[in-house]
C-alpha cells in the first residue's frame, strides 16, 4: 500500500494568516474576542479557545478594551460601522481574497447592475459579501437560478470555495434570465487548485480520504467531488474516525484536506494510515 497525499492540503494562506494572528492577538491582550468561530473547524476553535480567543455572539459581550478580531470569513458592513463607532480595538483578519470579492461586488453594483451571488444561504462569507451591496439575490443551486425572474442588468460574484460545476451551471442558466450579464470570477485560487487535485487523485486511487469539519462547507465540496470520481471516498474530522476495514485491500489511499484543517490533525492522519499499512512513508502529490 502506499499514500498519497495532496501537496497543498490544509489551511489556505488566509486561514493561517487569520489563526496565527488570533493566536498572537491573544498572547499580546491575555484575550481576543470574536463574532463566531474563525474557521470551521471544532478542533482549531477549541486550542484558540484555551489559548485566549473566545467566541462571542455580539459586541456587547466584548469587556471594554478588549480587542475583536474580525475573521477570515469577512463581516457584514453594519458590524464594521457599529464597532468603529464604539471606537473598539478592531483586528482585521479578512482574507485578502474575500476583501476582492467585495470589492468587485461593489464596482458591479456602481455600473448599475443588480448582484447576484451564488453561495450558500447564510454562509459567514456569503452574509458579508451581501452587506456590500443593495437588495442582492443569493443562489446557491441551479434550481434556485431556474426559479428567478427575467433580469435585464446584473452582475455575478461566487463564495470564494464554490465549486467551479456549481458556478458554471448556475451561469449556464442566467445566460438565459439576463439580457446584460457580466461574471466576476471570483473563485479563490487555493479553492481552484485543491479542487484540481483531489480530482485528479481520486481516480487514481483506491481509497480517498478527505480531513476536514463537517461544518466546513469547504471540506464538503472536497468530499463530493471526491465521491463523484470514486464511491470509496470518505470525509474524517481526525484520525480516530478511520475505519481500518476501509483500507482492506487497498494499494493506494489518497489523502486530502479542507482549507481549515490545520497541519496536525493531517498529520496525525497520516500516521494511523502508515500505521494500519505498515507502510514507511508518505509520498506527495502535486
Request: hydrophobic share 40%; aromatic share 4%; charged share 25%.
Amino acid at each position: 500500500m502506499k499514500v498519497l497525499l495532496v501537496k497543498d492540503a490544509g489551511y489556505c494562506f488566509g486561514v493561517r494568516d487569520a489563526v496565527n494572528l488570533a493566536y498572537d492577538t491573544a498572547e499580546k491582550h491575555g484575550d481576543v474576542y470574536m463574532l463566531g468561530h474563525i474557521v470551521h473547524n471544532e478542533n482549531v476553535v477549541n486550542d484558540l479557545d484555551k489559548a485566549g480567543a473566545k467566541v462571542v455572539e455580539s459586541l456587547e459581550d466584548v469587556p471594554e478594551g478588549k480587542p475583536i478580531l474580525f475573521r477570515a470569513h469577512g463581516t457584514a458592513v453594519n458590524t464594521w460601522g457599529e464597532a468603529e463607532t464604539k471606537d473598539m480595538n478592531i483586528v482585521d483578519a479578512t482574507c485578502p481574497l474575500v476583501l476582492e470579492i467585495h470589492e468587485e461586488v461593489k464596482k458591479l453594483e456602481e455600473e448599475g447592475r443588480k448582484i447576484i451571488i451564488v453561495g450558500d444561504h447564510g454562509h459567514d462569507e456569503v452574509v458579508g459579501i451581501a452587506s456590500q451591496v443593495k437588495d442582492p439575490i443569493i443562489v446557491a443551486t441551479p434550481e434556485e437560478a431556474q426559479a428567478l425572474r427575467k433580469i435585464k442588468c446584473a452582475g455575478v460574484v461566487s463564495q470564494s470555495t464554490q465549486t467551479i460545476e456549481n458556478v458554471q451551471e448556475i451561469i449556464n442558466i442566467l445566460m438565459t434570465k439576463v439580457f446584460d450579464l457580466r461574471l466576476v470570477n471570483t473563485i479563490c485560487f487555493p479553492t481552484k487548485r485543491n479542487q484540481t487535485q483531489i480530482k485528479e487523485l481520486a481516480r487514481q486511487c483506491d481509497i480517498m480520504l478527505v480531513i476536514g469539519s463537517f461544518t466546513s462547507a469547504n471540506s464538503k465540496r472536497l468530499t463530493a467531488l471526491a465521491k463523484e470520481r470514486n464511491k470509496n471516498s470518505y470525509q474524517v474530522t481526525c484520525a480516530e474516525e478511520i475505519e481500518p476495514a476501509w483500507l482492506e485491500g487497498a494499494e493506494t489511499v489518497g489523502v486530502s484536506a479542507g482549507a481549515s484543517t490545520p497541519d496536525s490533525i493531517i498529520d496525525k492522519v497520516i500516521e494511523k494510515i502508515k500505521a494500519i499499512g505498515e507502510i514507511p512513508e508518505e509520498i506527495v502529490y502535486g
